[in-house]
């Protein structure tokens, strides 16, 4: 019989990041806070970990965040001046953001990397496991990535971790795991992780993405990783002392996602995000198509 686990409430966002590759952009603005069409990327994020049941939200702060903490909260001037106007539409938009979650803020003082801003979160968490969403992957709300993730999560204890198979010649990009079958066709059993492989030394095309569910197990890992590529604290480092037989808190799985998913990080990818997503939407997308493909005509 499958064992039950605790139930996942808690999401963690890390959003310290400085943004450099959108400079001069995020100067001022942070990153996370650029618009994908309508809406600020970390609100997609934000709305994926809520229709997961994960309502209770802290987000890892910095330096010029405090954008964030604006948008998910309340503007009483803005919503007035829209209630003045009979703007319904518009007014439900702005309260939409600040009625999403309960979101709870800390800062992460030094920009140590993930596996350190994780560990920020350990007194909000306490002794739960917890899932985390990276804000440059947005994964389409009709691919439940991390609902299933946490079902995994329940079900078999531990750890998971979400993987999409990629290119040999792109898993220099990212974590790369080894894996072992399980009864799943979508779940395989993680036995190692190496952070940004080279092809040749890279154990599968498995490339870890960013959604985690971790046991809390992992703050005590992390409490005692030493920094690792790039001078910082690596999670995947902390994984793979979790991926170990009898490791406390392990073992790892990992969930193949072979949805759609849009990654914000890149310049490129950030266009093209904008360009799929509001193909799709009802309201832009039949003239938005139409004017594309003209486009598309005129300049081949």
């Not at 400085?18 to 603005?29: C, D, S, V």
């Not at 010029?64 to 518009?90: C, I, M, T, V």
């Not at 939409?96 to 350990?122: F, I, N």
Request: charged share 25%; net charge negative; aromatic share 6%.
């Amino acid at each position: 019989m499958t064992q039950a686990h605790p139930r996942i409430s808690k999401a963690v966002i890390p959003a310290a990041g400085l943004g450099t590759r959108f400079l001069p952009a995020t100067k001022a603005t942070p990153k996370e806070m650029l618009p994908v069409v309508d809406k600020p990327a970390i609100q997609y994020v934000v709305e994926e970990a809520v229709s997961a049941g994960l309502d209770d939200v802290l987000m890892i702060t910095g330096r010029n965040k405090r954008p964030l903490e604006d948008h998910f909260d309340r503007n009483y001037e803005l919503e007035s001046a829209l209630q003045k106007k009979g703007d319904a539409q518009r007014l439900a938009k702005v309260q939409e953001s600040s009625d999403l979650a309960t979101m709870h803020y800390v800062r992460q003082g030094d920009p140590k990397g993930l596996g350190h801003a994780v560990l920020c979160a350990a007194p909000h968490v306490g002794q739960e496991p917890f899932a985390v969403l990276l804000g440059d992957d947005l994964i389409d709300p009709r691919d439940p990535l991390l609902a299933r993730m946490v079902e995994v999560q329940e079900q078999r204890g531990g750890s998971v971790i979400a993987l999409m198979e990629v290119a040999p010649e792109q898993i220099h990009l990212y974590g790369c795991a080894a894996v072992e079958a399980t009864g799943d066709d979508d779940v395989v059993r993680v036995t190692g992780l190496v952070e940004k492989p080279e092809a040749s030394e890279a154990p599968s095309n498995y490339a870890v993405i960013g959604r985690y569910v971790l046991d809390p197990h992992v703050f005590d890992i992390l409490r005692k990783t030493e920094p690792g590529r790039g001078g910082e604290i690596q999670l995947t480092d902390a994984l793979q002392q979790l991926a170990q037989d009898e490791a406390p808190g392990g073992p790892v799985h990992g969930v193949v996602f072979r949805g759609r998913r849009y990654d914000t990080g890149d310049r490129g990818d950030y266009l093209r995000a904008i360009v799929r997503l509001a193909c799709e939407r009802e309201d832009l997308g039949p003239d938005f198509r139409t004017w594309l493909r003209s486009y598309v005509a005129e300049e081949m």
